[in-house]
């Protein structure tokens, strides 16, 4: 935080000045619209405690959602090599690291290069890449489900048999990056803040932050790696893995269908529609795979079925422009929810009003987790009319442009963020995490400062 003078010299002669305070990155923000949120919180506590906060976010990755499936995949595969030698089980669980690791690297590239410009979240943000994480799980289940399988026949088998620990390795190197795509989509406080101080820091720092978050994802991985004869207390191999691996295609069907919400919550119900019919394409590509036991027919067919329906049903969807998302139809009982915008946060604040700003996203877990437990809270509810808080929704979704740079002004790259502002205060409140008691705090001083 800083504190200095601003004085000039007028035409006249006289001296004026004017008292300015705040956090060193508010420079940056001078020619956004008043009262928007310009002044980014102090990162404070140097760059061990962030390294350390980005380790446990890149930790707690693992037990997201989104991750904990392929995990669950990851380790039965690590039982099913459970007989070979523990060289290369170790091997293949570097190899598994090494893609966790390119992953977070290209990532680390992509923010020295565009620095502010990199969001986070953007998998989910655009529809194309969205629809290709949907379908990529989709096939992935009705692999383990036994519908087709991919193996090589006749010579083929044994030709290929002498590559077979190198084509091992490499899909274990593809694999660490597929868990680690759809992971990001699970942003936790930890990551939240950690890439937020990023985007501000030197090259250095940059890489130094995005191998924290890497060694913390794949810890657990290099750890089961690391100590084989932990796998000796895993059952033995059996009957039991065929049910195991059918369950855990259940487990991805489900994740499919958590991504196909996400994208019906942002791109409507028209696009997630269009995206069942690809799906089902699919589905039926993938059981000819499976029933002509993987022929060059097969194939072809598969791929003629693929590209057909996804520009048959799917490709107009995607690249429609996205509609407004429209708040949802004010509950008597809950919060008068406004839109986000700039120039309507100023206004309000400029007639004196108190103001809260929930920057979210529908595909947002963490969001979802704090609007249930805090936002819909009675007491909150309450305190908020009591008090005449002017709420409003920043809905990030779909990446809006405006909310984006918001979001920058106050040192983040993702969300949930929370903004409270109080009249006659010129900082706001900012966190990215809720606590009932916290934020009945934080707007029981409204209307303290100015009485006294």
Known sequence: PWRGVVAVTTPEGSREGWLVEGAAAKLAGLSAPAGAGETPPPSGGGLLPKLLLAFLGGLIMNVMPCVLPVIALKIFGFVGQAGQEPGRVFKLGLAFTAGVFAFFMLLAAAVVKLRGAFNWGYQFQNPFLLAALIALVFVFALNLLGVFEIALSGGAASKMSELSRKEGYGGAFLHGLFTTLLGTSCTAPFLSTSLGFAVTQSTLVIILLFLAIAAGMSLPYFLLTARPAWLRYVPKPGPWMERARQIMGFVMMAVAVWLLGVLGDTRGAGTAAAMSWFLFVLGIASWLLGAWHGSKLSWLTAIVLAVGGYYGVLHAKLAAAPTATALSAEDPAGIAWRPFSDEAVAAARA?????????????????????????????????????????????????????????????????PLYVLYRPGEEQPVVTDALTVGAFLAELDRIGRRSSE
């Open 351 to 415: 007639a004196g009003q108190a103001v809260f700003v929930d920057f979210t996203a529908s595909w947002c877990l963490n969001c979802k987790v704090y609007e249930r437990a805090v936002l819909q809270n009675d007491a909150v509810i309450a305190k908020l009319r009591e008090k005449e808080v002017t709420a409003f929704k920043a809905d990030w979704s779909n990446g809006d442009a405006a909310i984006g740079r918001a979001l920058k002004r106050f040192g983040r790259v993702g969300v």
